[in-house]
DNA sequence: TACTCGTGGTG
DNA sequence: TCACCAAGAGT
């Protein structure tokens, strides 16, 4: 294929399709000034950076509001670097993958106190630091410093997929997808053409329903050719998802504090609060079990119905228990929180559901 | 390598 | 309704 040709068309659909969004601040300048290159100045490697961390396998729409309270809140790296985890932590609630919350806060350390707040511009320099791998590396290099380089997610593998009709499933085709991505280094424009190439996968290359009469490289797609643009990428099965069983303890103090617990550092849900409970197994618990499991002694009653949440490789099935406690008891470093402090709490999405079925059957 | 790690939108 | 999907990284 022309490469060159290709690069000069997807540059050409980027300026007048691409989209306008809060970390590219500069296009809009750069469109409104009708200016050939839309690189004008980058928006700053602080920026980029954080939308990039947010970006990782969440969608743009998602992303939009928690990027603006993180540049309203810290507008650069220093001021993220002395914030408290726990208050990066409350914010980032609801966005998941809470790893990338702790890793995030980890490297705006490093980057303000180690590198006295200058980010590294070399892809491997980047993938050091913690949270940045060979994606979120190419697409700084590209964009923040416009370095060649590509950065390959899951709309690029879509697109060159088709474009080269690759019947290898995922994953065992990122190799060769990655080599036909080097095809388009060097390219006068990296830091635009690497997020055109993700525009185009995200409005025009979409996983079903693809809009090929709109797209600037319909002639050269070898899926479209053949018109099965919408089969590609070939992906292999996923393994079925298991269904889990909990049950959450929702105690009440006299003065209407409720319990609640800091999750460990490590695994699911790392550091967020949750409301105290079992552990989540694959079988039922029975009544009889939970006599001996309740936390303290108390007249613990079942509230009706269930809770519903689907994790990455598990559903969770979880009831709900709650009783009115007389002492200050709080076992296995459990805490009181009144419903006003719940707001500043790093609640993930799972906690805030078990507190909207409390509210739905209580007045607390 | 293959598994772990969230959540909300969509058809 | 529910399986699929998303600007992946760490281990």
């Known amino acids: 294929m022309d490469s060159e040709l290709l690069i000069a068309q997807l540059l050409r659909w980027y ?75 409350a914010c980032w609630a609801g966005l998941g993958y809470y790893a990338r919350a702790r890793n ?82 060097p390219n006068p424009r990296p830091g635009d053409f690497t997020q055109a190439l993700m525009d185009l996968g995200a409005t025009v290359c979409k996983p079903r329903q693809p809009s090929c009469y709109n797209c600037p490289w319909v002639k050269s797609c070898k899926a479209e050719a053949i018109g099965e643009a919408d089969t590609f990428p070939r992906k292999l099965p996923k393994p079925a ?26 695994g699911l849900l790392g550091g967020m609060m949750e409301v105290p409970g079992t552990e989540w197994r694959l079988e039922e618990w029975s009544e009889h079990e939970l006599m001996e499991t309740f936390p303290f002694i108390a007249n613990w009653s079942r509230l009706p119905g269930s809770i519903s949440h689907s994790f990455t490789h598990f559903k969770l099935q979880i009831i709900v228990y709650i009783a009115h406690i007389d002492g200050r008891i709080a076992r296995n470093g459990g805490r009181w929180y009144k419903y006003s402090d719940f707001q500043n709490l790093a609640l993930p999405t799972l906690t805030n559901k078990i507190i909207r079925h409390v509210r739905e059957y209580t007045s607390y």
Not at 241 to 266: M, N, Q, S, T
């Open 104 to 185: 995030m806060h980890r490297c705006a350390k490093i980057i303000s106190k180690k590198l006295n707040g200058k980010f590294p511009e070399t892809e491997m320099d980047l993938m050091a630091l913690p949270g940045i791998g060979s994606y979120t590396a190419a697409a700084i290099t590209a964009i923040a410093f416009n370095q060649p380089a590509i950065a390959i997610d899951a709309n690029v593998e879509r697109v060159l997929s088709r474009l080269h009709a690759i019947t290898e499933p995922l994953p065992k085709a990122k190799k060769m997808i990655s080599t036909h991505a080097q095809s388009f280094i």
């Open 15 to 89: 300026d007048s399709q691409g989209r306008i969004l809060p970390w590219r601040e500069n296009r809009e300048v750069a469109r409104s000034a009708k200016s050939r290159s839309a690189y004008l100045e980058s928006p700053g490697p602080y920026r980029v950076w954080l939308s990039e961390i947010m970006l990782q396998q969440t969608t743009v729409a998602t992303v939009i509001p928690y990027y603006n309270l993180f540049i309203k809140k810290w507008p650069n790296v220093h001021t993220l670097a002395r914030a408290s985890l726990d208050e990066v932590l």
């Open 241 to 266: 998802r298991p269904e889990r069983y909990g049950v959450a303890f929702w105690a009440v103090r006299r003065d209407g504090f409720i319990l609640l617990r800091r999750r460990p550092e490590k």
